[in-house]
């Protein structure tokens, strides 16, 4: 079977990435092969992840491809040349245009470290999320898993996990708890019911 090839997109540390990597080494993530990962940084470590795992690693930066236009243009080429059906994005903190998303349509996953429509759109990233939320003093936080559109985080959600809000919690804390008990469950499940889902749009179309 040829499976569906993803490429992952990053900017930091790449634990979300590490969680798929290990999820396809279990089989987790059977139906689908990351075959690239793009970090908008350099030097991010999720690109020694990558590369650790046998996995293609680059690096495109905004400044060195001379704008959003083109950096999306770069991306927009690397992925095809490699055949990409699927882009998840793994703590990419990047906004992409409208015209991308749209090329991409039910095409790009993200994981957000809240319960979507809670503490997020702009602004609403990382530690930022868990601060919100412990300055709101909810009892429950957690982790959606949605397709990306033209609205940061406004695409149909996928999936969604709880995560309990505990006293004595730090932002630091909680979001340790968030990736554990949500992220890095939610988002290799994600990856591999929509790569299974292009599995079978492909088998139809032959």
């Known amino acids: 079977m040829n499976k569906t090839r993803i490429a992952v997109l990053v900017s930091g540390g790449g634990t979300n990435l590490q969680a798929l990597l290990d999820a396809q080494k279990s089989g987790v993530l059977r139906s689908g092969e ?15 992840r990558a590369e650790k795992a046998g996995v293609e690693a680059l690096t495109l930066t905004r400044k060195d491809c001379g704008g959003q236009e ?7 080429e690397a992925l095809e ?6 882009i998840i994005l793994a703590g990419f903190l990047s906004i ?11 095409r790009i996953l993200n ?3 809240s319960l979507i429509p809670s503490f997020c759109g702009k602004g609403f990233y990382g530690l930022k999320v868990h601060e919100a939320a412990l300055a709101r003093g909810v009892k429950f936080t957690g982790a959606t898993v949605h397709y990306v559109n033209q609205i940061p985080d406004g695409g149909e959600i996928l999936l969604q996990q709880p995560v ?14 968030v990736m554990e008990q949500a992220e890095w469950i939610l988002l290799p499940r994600a990856a591999e019911l929509v790569s299974a889902q292009i599995q079978l749009e492909k088998e139809n179309e032959a």
């Open 164 to 177: 309990p809000v505990l006293p004595g919690d730090t932002p630091e804390i909680l979001q340790r708890r």
């Open 96 to 106: 992409l245009s409208a015209d991308f998303t749209a090329r991409w349509d039910k």
């Open 70 to 76: 083109s950096f999306e243009q770069a991306l927009q």
């Open 34 to 48: 990351i075959v690239l990962a793009v970090s908008n940084k350099a030097g991010a470590y999720a690109l020694t």
């Open 81 to 86: 040349a490699r055949g990409v059906e699927l």
């Open 111 to 113: 994981v957000h470290p």
